[in-house]
């Protein structure tokens, strides 16, 4: 009696474990992943949010996608052609493409979609003036044909940052732009899984099985998008240190970013690897508004210019020499528009050149309304150098500190500063949005259509059609060191240096691909 | 006493007005644009006043307030502005986190404090009363996020006996929802076991000196009947105050504690809802907060009548 009691408890104990077993068994390999924010948008045509961008790279695929050497190369297209006046662009779309709930992808959704991302981003705004008509050729093939030749037309649409052109069905590509969209159907190389994912707990994603991946192997947004794990988990923790003391104890798999002053916590830990996984980085940025007192003069925005060292910048917020980079072009170095910037602007400060042009420009001493955000961890300490800096060229600054919400509310206002406007301010960018005079919003130079600060100077912008018109690289290269120079003539705005920052994974855990985007695919885990 | 209710919960009414109308002009009238922040960070003036438009923020305040209220009355709080998600939905999965800790925390609190409160008034100077003081004072001045980071370090990194963060649902494993309640519940509970332990001891020591206790000791009843039946019972009304004070900061307090473990429960959503002005989420969480307060407090004032015959409505 005793021996069956006893084999009754333990088969009951064995069921037990396979039963709390079961669920996990049936979801295989899961990457459990933290990002560097909360997702609660999930429209990436809708918004510029990176976080949200990311969510469009699992779920949507690309007609093209930039490789490791920040080379276009076709995605979701086969082959293309150009006629030869380069007025005619043919795209084939490859074999097998499907949307998740196993319709074909045809070449009419793919003209929806990029006459929806038409509508938003900037760098695709600025192809639509050359478009004349998209054309659905077959249910493979369409055309874009141009009012003229356009010089960025694969560089737009293999556009690497936000808002990244992601195909979606017809149906809901024709949804207002300016409204979200609620379907989650795409035909990229994962599911998103609506109803096990809670937003503020966590996003869900499942493999995409019968996406077909291209036959080259990945480089970095492009090639083929192989899924290595059967789900993905992203996990919305907003407590940085809780963040590597779960990654360290197992908990999470990856880290898309870790604090710079965390970094040395994590180096110590043999069972986690950190990973460069943005080579390209970002750019840390400062933004006159050209519309108000006193930045409404060059020479003033000249003398801020002359005062500022990109080093002093990068030492007060990244701290560590191995995650920045000092770097006078504006199109970051390494890059093919990279030229420095002449006189060591922005490198070796001249307060004697500001303070002369302060006094040439008459500046009255009216205070700068510097606003500073504090809760944005790489931007906090910007603020603070950049009163330092200026105040020794003679400048009066008054720094206000808020929130980043408060902040992107206040750099809309056009009022005067003292009227609740404001003068400067900082923020930054991703490497690959900084790469051509187009996608780079920060030289866009057309009044009260311009990014915040309005600069007006039509010679910019003649500069910049010039650039987008034109098709032979080395020309194009020298128009993009005549538009940094101009901006620098101009004092447009200033880059004050790259930065890279780090993500962290298990040490089991391989394949996190070089990239200006985290990407999940071709990511194993053992 | 129904009577007594009655007029209780119709008085929620204007207290619930009032809150409507406060929240609503203060969120329109500080900074913060949640067109803006929906638009990201490359967006330009134009792409803003479009979203602007499409969310029918450039309406009046008034036109907007008219609209809100008028779907309010109807049981409709509106959709988020960044979720895509009706707000009664968001709330719905973020209660059961908040009230799972608020519950645990409770249960520490008063299973720990009261009875260390009662001990430190019965032995009133000695050794245990000094600790129980010390632990008081201790418990408010240490800021909730070092109490977490340090049980943490102790018993997640360095013992690995309890995970780091996160919550796992009641329904979907106990033992894990056990398992992850139990360093944020604590961490959570010191401040209320430091109060509650305190409000005790006053309440009995000032009961201690009654006439009623000496003619109970007289009369030879033991030490833990006297404490226990006559002296805890009697300083039962300012414990319960404090209970009930604590039940209605956990459900909206526990912002801090949410944060660190990754509960993502209705503190950590109003903090998201603050800070990219999400207007009709906040909006709703604070009503959703003032009827709690308010049927807290009207359940506290009910079990005065169990402890006190003397209090009648």
């Known amino acids: 009696m005793k021996q069956v009691m006893r084999r009754t408890l333990a088969a009951m104990a064995a069921g037990a474990i396979l039963a709390a077993a079961g669920p996990a068994l049936a979801q295989g390999k899961v990457l459990r992943y933290v990002k560097n924010g909360n997702l609660t948008i999930l429209d990436p045509i809708w918004t510029t949010a990176y976080v949200t961008r990311d969510h469009g790279y699992m779920v949507y695929d690309t007609l093209f996608a930039m490789d490791e050497n920040n080379a276009v190369k076709p995605q979701m297209v086969d082959k293309y052609t150009v006629s030869a006046d380069k007025m005619l662009w043919t795209f084939t779309l490859r074999d097998g493409l499907a949307w998740h709930d196993g319709k074909p992808v045809t070449a009419e959704d793919c003209v929806a979609s990029l006459k929806r991302w038409g509508k938003r981003d900037t760098m695709a705004q600025k192809l639509m003036d050359f478009v004349k008509d998209f054309k659905a050729v077959d249910a493979k093939t369409f055309t874009m044909e141009l009012k003229e030749p356009y010089g960025l037309v694969l560089d737009s649409l293999g556009k690497p940052s936000s808002n990244v052109p992601f195909m979606m069905p017809k149906d809901v590509a024709e949804t207002d732009p300016f409204k979200q969209i609620s379907s989650r159907v795409g035909s990229g190389p994962f599911i998103y899984d609506d109803a096990a994912s809670k937003p503020g707990e966590r996003h869900v994603y499942v493999k995409n099985t019968k996406y077909k991946p291209r036959a080259e192997p990945p480089s970095g947004l492009a090639g083929g998008k192989v899924v290595k794990v059967d789900r993905v988990e992203v996990i919305e923790m907003p407590d940085t240190q809780q963040q590597v003391n779960a990654l360290i104890v197992g908990e999470i798999d990856m880290l898309e970013q870790i604090p710079h002053d965390l970094i040395p916590i994590l180096k110590k830990d043999k069972g986690v690897k950190l990973v460069d996984w943005n080579p390209l980085g970002h750019v840390f940025v400062i933004r006159f508004n050209h519309k108000v007192k006193p930045f409404d003069n060059a020479k003033i925005r000249q003398a801020a210019l002359y005062a500022m060292r990109q080093e002093d910048y990068l030492k007060a917020t990244i701290g560590d020499p191995a995650y920045y980079k000092v770097c006078s072009a504006s199109f970051i170095c390494g890059t093919p528009n990279a030229v420095d910037a002449p006189d060591g602007i922005l490198i070796k400060p001249n307060l004697e050149r500001a303070k002369a042009l302060l006094k040439e420009a008459g500046y009255d001493g009216t205070p700068i309304v510097l606003m500073q955000s504090t809760t944005l961890p790489a931007l906090t300490n910007m603020a603070p150098v950049t009163k330092a800096l200026l105040e020794q060229a003679g400048f009066k600054v008054d720094m206000q500190s808020m929130d980043w919400q408060t902040l992107v509310t206040r750099r809309t206002k056009k009022e005067p500063a003292d009227k609740g406007g404001w003068n400067v301010f ?57 538009i940094q120079a101009r901006a620098l003539e101009t004092a447009q705005f200033g880059w004050l240096g790259q930065w890279y920052g780090p993500g962290a994974t298990r040490a089991d855990i391989s394949g996190w691909l070089k990239a200006p985007v985290p990407v999940m695919w071709n990511i194993e885990k053992k | 006493m129904l009577d007594f209710i009655a007029r209780r919960l119709v008085a929620i009414i204007p207290v619930l007005t009032v809150v409507a109308i406060f929240v609503f002009l203060m969120l329109r009238l500080t900074p913060g644009d949640p067109a803006a922040i929906i638009a990201g960070d490359n967006a330009t003036s134009d792409q803003i006043d479009e979203i602007r438009r499409a969310l029918g923020l450039d309406e009046p305040i008034w036109t907007q307030f ?182 209605a900061l956990l459900i909206s307090g526990a912002v801090v504690t949410e944060s660190v473990y990754g509960l993502p429960g209705l503190g950590r959503l109003t903090v998201e809802a603050v800070l990219s002005r999400d207007f009709p989420t906040i909006q709703a969480v604070i009503l959703l907060f003032s009827v709690v307060y308010v049927l807290i407090n009207l359940v506290i004032d009910i079990s005065y009548t169990l402890f006190d015959p003397r209090i009648r409505y």
């Open chain 2, 66 to 247: 008219i609209i809100w209220i008028g779907n309010v009355l109807q049981g409709n709080f509106g959709e988020s502005f960044f979720f895509k998600k009706t707000v009664a939905e968001l709330i719905a999965q973020r209660v059961e986190p908040t009230l799972a800790l608020a519950v645990c925390t409770l249960i520490i609190a008063v299973v720990t404090a009261v009875p260390l409160g009662v001990l430190a008034a019965y032995r009133h100077g000695s050794l245990l009363d000094r600790f129980v003081m010390g632990f008081s004072v201790l418990g408010f001045s240490v800021p909730v996020f070092v109490i977490g980071y340090v049980l943490i370090y102790i018993f997640a990194i360095e013992l690995g006996w309890l995970p780091v963060q996160g919550y796992i649902r009641i329904g979907v494993n106990f033992w894990g929802f056990l398992e992850r309640m139990v360093l944020p519940s604590v961490t959570l509970a010191v401040i209320y076991v430091a109060l509650i332990a305190r409000i005790t001891r006053a309440s009995v020591l000032e009961v201690l000196n009654e006439d009623y206790i000496r003619t109970a000791r007289a009369k030879g009843l033991t030490n833990r009947v006297v404490l226990m039946r006559h002296a805890l019972r009697n300083a039962a009304v300012p414990i319960l105050t404090v209970i009930g004070i604590g039940i």
């Open chain 1, 426 to 482: 900082h923020t930054y960018s991703v490497s690959a949005d900084a790469l051509n005079p187009i996608s780079n919003a920060y030289y866009a130079a057309n009044g009260d259509k311009a990014w915040f600060g309005w600069p007006d100077d039509p010679t910019m912008e003649k500069l910049r059609d010039q650039y987008a018109k034109e098709t032979d690289p080395g020309k194009a290269k020298a128009l993009a060191a005549a």
